[in-house]
């Protein structure tokens, strides 16, 4: 297979992409050569009969390129931003304005511009994870959202790979905002994708002729891409032919570094790193009143679950306390600094425990802080909130820091603005103002209930420190009720200007009121979280020069029991926070994928590319064209899972011809009429996926059970051209269609239950492999001949 390089045009420049429209000769070439289909059951000359070149399409589609702005990468680094929507080429906006514009496939590859032309950058030097992008005609917009922390759903995408998920206050992310839709609208925005990893380049991303994704008066599009920079500086070539050779990579990496089968890179696989510190959610909760029902163990265990709880603190050094049982103070003058004491129950102390436990005997130890007349609390979210409550005199005392010269607020007990909260605005002039919060409105101002203590201005930050009662004024106002509600939830924002207006940055927060006098709160332990139940949060810290990463991501993976999936029962570690060691989500933008106390090598040296889209498209005709949407299924968790280096006794694996193979299964219903299929998986561990349909009522789908419906195997490169790196994978899609061009009709899967089996090389144990099936359905049988 050969590149075929195409004459050069001239090119319009706009917001950091180049994009150029061009005409299309007859029997142009397509960006990367030939593709390759997988042949489904029923297909008859596949090969023979489709056309090998988008220019050979029946209606003489034409194509435009689109550049991304440039990436920018160290070794070792990962690529993953939302990056800004670009306008679309003028002539095509003006050809397509009022009209549909049917794209009948798209090309991909990552290359450096130079004097000469396009140079591809090699996969071995520059790994594609995947990309996701959509485009929008002129009756939708992109507009930015602010991220709510490391959870917020808008972070995780559409189609399982979506936006980057490494969180701090102020990220943004792209979203789509929709017109109202009438009847008979084509679509006004598209998701491109199917086949986006490291076999993007030589995979196929197209439909039969006849199925197309149209955009109504397309304008503009946006992009996220995922690359990890694999790039050894001193002994690979940036372009082809360049062999791979491992650079350094972390201790959790499973890939091999030296002999015949170190072919990739373990970064690829996005190995869990010691830049990586991970917070587990616990069940164990912070009590006042009646003592803990599940003791904690050990003073360990005590500082353990501290931490777990409150993980946003500074924590003194363990200390003994007075009483039985795990406490937690806060500090008289620094109140993110936090006091664990502990003392184990022995002999008579036991007894009293076990006793009271029992209701029959009350102790000192009963109060769990409930005698404390002082509770303190901090959190620093994006406005430094600091609450200082004086049961003895009713005096709260509220401190508050944030920027100098905009306004900045707080809204307690509140997670939205629609829990419409007593708020305090400081505007950038230091004056401090109550309001009742609307919805998405500023709401109502208040009279004041709090009393300016000091109000000071010093660098780039603003303070001030106000009191009130502990009761609110009215019901419009918060009480502080430190005894039945210790943690208190608030919203947070900072505005662009002075004056109070929509914010340019706003997040939530969460204030701990401990006691101050005393042994303090008690920590109680809460039942056991079973396998798979195990989220939280995992957070970078940046560690050496050339170290750009910060910020935390949530894990969410959640592994289905079967025959949904096998991943539970298998207990793969990529279901359970606790076992999680790399993988998608240990791979964000700006993380070096080494450890802590590895340097990131050749910071003088950063590889700098562009992605590179061919769009193929012509004028949509309703009366021949059969319009595609894109859904994905997944029988992973539901994306990822890590392949284990197999060995007897291990569940999923089997010998085959002197090779270990591991094997996952998984069962999910179907929707709409399939035309493509692009099982996503990575080099160097994917072998094979088959999906098969089974009448509804079927518990488990597979070969026994069920019709094949599609099977694809990666084509393994050796070296044979370019983009035949030894050890890296194109996946041939099945493609469903007019029997004219050698395709099987495509088949209905509404309502009928799926099976799909994957099968792995497991020599090597690997991180991060996936087991999604991008899909391209249309929802009404049509009787088109695609022709």
């Not at 002994?235 to 030296?258: C, D, E, Q, W, Y």
């Not at 406005?383 to 509220?398: G, P």
Request: net charge negative; aromatic share 10%; hydrophobic share 35%.
């Amino acid at each position: 297979l050969k590149v075929h390089a195409g004459p050069r045009f001239p090119a319009m420049l706009c917001v950091s992409w180049l994009v150029t429209s061009l005409g299309v000769a007859l029997g142009e070439s397509n960006l990367n050569g030939d593709y390759v289909l997988s042949k489904t059951p029923g297909a008859q000359q596949t090969a023979q009969k489709f056309p090998q070149r988008f220019s050979d399409y029946p209606r003489k589609p034409t194509y435009f390129d689109v550049y991304s702005p440039t990436i920018k990468t160290l070794y070792s680094q990962v690529f993953w931003k939302s990056l800004q929507p670009v306008d679309l080429p003028e002539d095509i906006v003006k050809r397509f304005d009022g009209k549909g514009m049917a794209v009948v496939g798209f090309e991909i590859d990552q290359v450096r511009r130079t004097d000469k032309g396009d140079v591809s950058v090699p996969i071995t030097v520059a790994y594609n994870h995947h990309f996701e992008s959509t485009m929008i005609g002129k009756a939708a917009s992109f507009e930015r959202e602010e991220l709510q922390g490391p959870n917020d759903p808008r972070a995780h995408g559409a189609h399982g790979h979506g936006a980057p998920l490494n969180w701090r206050p102020g990220d943004e992310h792209w979203v789509v905002r929709e017109p109202m839709e009438k009847a008979g609208d084509l679509p006004h925005s598209q998701a491109f994708g199917g086949a986006n990893g490291g076999e993007f380049r030589k995979s196929f991303h197209g439909y039969a002729p006849g199925f197309v994704q149209v955009i109504q008066s397309p304008t503009q599009m946006q992009i996220t891409p995922m690359q990890i920079d694999t790039w050894h500086r001193e002994k690979m070539n940036i372009s082809h032919p360049s062999r791979f050779v491992s650079g350094p990579v972390p201790r959790t990496s499973l890939a091999p570094t030296t002999g015949p089968d170190a072919l990739y890179s373990g970064l690829l696989e996005c190995p869990l790193t010691t830049r990586i510190t991970k917070h587990v959610q616990s069940n164990a909760k912070i009590h006042i009143g009646a003592p803990c029902s599940s003791q904690v163990a050990s003073g360990d265990e005590c500082m353990e679950i501290a931490r777990a709880v409150l993980p946003k603190h500074r924590f003194a050094p363990l200390q003994t306390s007075q009483e039985v049982g795990c406490f937690v103070a806060g500090d008289a003058s620094e109140f993110d600094l936090l006091h664990v004491s502990f003392k184990a129950p022995h002999g008579r102390e036991a007894f009293a425990l076990h006793q009271e436990l029992r209701g029959r005997r009350p102790t000192p130890q009963a109060l769990c802080g409930s005698d404390a007349q002082r509770f303190v609390g901090n959190s620093n979210p994006l406005v430094n909130v600091s609450v200082d409550l004086d049961l003895v005199h009713d005096v709260a005392t509220i401190s508050l820091q944030g920027p100098k010269d905009v306004w900045f607020g707080v809204g307690f007990n509140a997670l939205t603005m629609s829990d419409q909260p007593w708020a305090i605005i400081v505007d950038g002039n230091g004056e401090v103002t109550e309001r009742k919060l609307g919805y998405h409105q500023p709401g109502t101002l208040l009279k004041p209930s709090v009393k300016v203590v000091e109000s000071k201005a010093v660098g780039s930050l603003r303070s001030v420190v106000l009191t009130r009662s502990l009761k609110g004024a009215s019901p419009d106002y918060y009480t502080f009720k430190p005894l039945d509600a210790a943690e208190i939830n608030f919203i947070n924002a900072v505005g662009s200007g002075p004056t109070l207006s929509y914010h340019q940055h706003r997040t939530i927060g969460q204030l701990t009121l401990l006691p101050v006098t005393g042994a303090g709160a008690c920590l109680c332990k809460g039942a056991s979280v079973a396998f798979g139940d195990a989220k939280g949060t995992m957070e970078y810290t940046a560690s050496g020069p050339g170290d750009e990463g910060s910020g935390s991501v949530a894990f969410n993976n959640h592994c289905a029991p079967q025959p949904r999936s096998d991943l539970l029962a298998m207990k793969n570690p990529t279901c359970d926070l606790r076992n999680y060691s790399g993988g998608q989500i240990a791979c964000h933008h700006m993380w070096s994928l080494l450890d802590a106390d590895q340097p990131i090598p050749w910071t003088d040296q950063p590889l700098e590319y562009s992605l590179k889209f061919r769009f193929w498209v012509e004028d949509y005709d309703e009366t021949y064209h059969t319009v595609v949407r894109r859904v994905t299924w997944g029988i992973a968790s539901p994306v990822e899972y890590d392949v284990p280096k197999c060995a007897e006794g291990v569940m999923g694996c089997s010998m085959e011809n002197g090779t270990w193979i591991h094997t996952i299964h998984g069962t999910f219903t179907g929707e709409g009429h399939l035309a493509a299929a692009h099982f996503h998986c990575h080099a160097p561990t994917c072998l094979s996926m088959q999906m098969y349909r089974c009448p509804l009522g079927t518990k488990v789908c597979n070969a026994t059970t069920g019709t094949l419906l599609c099977e694809e195997r990666p084509r393994y490169g050796h070296g044979e051209d370019d983009f035949g790196e030894p050890g890296y994978i194109l996946q041939p899609p099945c493609l469903w269609g007019s029997r004219d061009f050698g395709l099987e009709d495509p088949p209905s899967v509404e309502g009928y239950v799926l099976g799909t089996v994957k099968t792995s090389n497991a020599s090597y144990g690997h991180h991060g492999e996936m087991a999604w099936q991008q899909m391209y359905i249309f929802d009404k049988h049509t009787s088109q001949n695609y022709v």
